[in-house]
């Protein structure tokens, strides 16, 4: 997540009406996970999955 997170200030100018971007990240990377194409492996890391759903 803090990988991340570094770009939050970038996104942020990227999309100036959005006030929740760390909500958003978050919620991009459930999205990916429930996609299958990462896998959360606890305390806020992911890693690409190598399983196809």
Not at 4 to 11: F, P
Not at 40 to 52: D, Q, V
């Amino acid at each position: 997540m803090s990988e991340v997170y570094r770009y939050k200030d970038r996104l942020q100018l990227a999309h100036p009406e959005n006030n929740h971007i760390e909500a958003k990240i978050r919620q991009v990377l459930q999205h990916l996970r429930d996609m299958g194409l990462i896998e959360f492996i606890g305390e806020g890391s992911y890693r690409k999955s190598y399983h196809l759903m």
